[in-house]
């Protein structure tokens, strides 16, 4: 069975702190790696995404690292603020044909930034 | 939110009965999905739909079908709904290169 482990299962960082989430993937055949934020009550949102031809991207704070080698790849948020409380999900999948939108998920991880 | 509406937003049934979920876009997008979530296991793909009419099964198709007779709407129904499905269902579609989710339905089943 495909799957994507994620952790930690939850995470407790202080304001202005780097909040660093992990997921390790098996299927070598997986070429999207999506990340989404989540608030209570809403539908998981994209948040960023790579492709396994980078080893890096980043979008202001956020920041998806990737190791093809080790089937690895992680989130980081820097100066994390009050307003980043939220669960995260990280994701896997493919990028084209009928696959894509086929995503499989990570436990979610709930992070909380304490003012 | 992508166009996507779900209805309805929170539902209570009884174990065995029927139970249908709706999901509706407004931009005409070909693929369509439906996720349920629950602690511990993320989300998880039921079916998904490619086309009007054309579906497929996804990792945990068991005690539900969908249909798609217009683009529009992707209907997930529980032919016989059982404890084990209360959860919380999500709606996806493809744009682009990206997958946007409604709001999600919150059904209990009693």
């Known amino acids: 069975q495909q799957q994507v482990k994620q952790s930690p299962q939850s995470l407790i960082v202080q304001k202005g702190g780097i909040s660093i989430i992990n997921c390790a993937y098996e299927?070598?055949?997986?070429?999207?790696f999506p990340w989404y934020q989540q608030f209570p009550g809403k539908g998981p949102a994209l948040l960023i995404a790579?492709?396994?031809?980078?080893s890096e991207k980043k979008e202001g704070r956020f920041t998806i690292s990737f190791n093809k080698s080790a089937k690895q790849f992680s989130l980081h948020i820097m100066d994390s603020q009050p307003g980043d409380s939220a669960t995260y999900f990280c994701?896997?999948?493919?990028?084209?044909?009928?696959?894509?939108?086929?995503?499989?998920f990570g436990q979610g991880t709930i992070l909380t930034v304490h003012p | 939110d992508a166009g996507i509406t779900q209805s309805p937003r929170h539902k209570v049934t009884e174990t065995g009965t029927p139970v249908t979920l709706r999901c509706h876009q407004t931009?005409?997008?070909?693929?369509m999905y439906w996720y349920r979530q629950d602690p511990g296991h993320g989300l998880r793909l039921i079916h998904y739909?490619?086309?009007?009419?054309?579906?497929d099964k996804g990792e945990v198709s068991d005690g539900y079908s969908v249909s798609r007779s217009k683009t529009e709407d992707f209907l997930l129904t529980l032919e016989s709904a059982t404890s084990s499905q209360t959860s919380v269902y999500f709606c996806?579609?493809?744009?682009?290169?990206?997958?946007?989710f409604g709001q999600g339905t919150r059904l209990t089943v009693v």
């Open positions: 996806a579609i493809r744009s682009l290169a990206e997958a946007f």
């Open positions: 994701a896997a999948g493919n990028a084209g044909g009928t696959s894509y939108g086929k995503l499989t």
């Open positions: 739909s490619y086309g009007v009419k054309d579906t």
């Open positions: 299927n070598t055949a997986f070429d999207y």
């Open positions: 931009e005409n997008h070909r693929y």
């Open positions: 790579i492709r396994p031809d980078v």
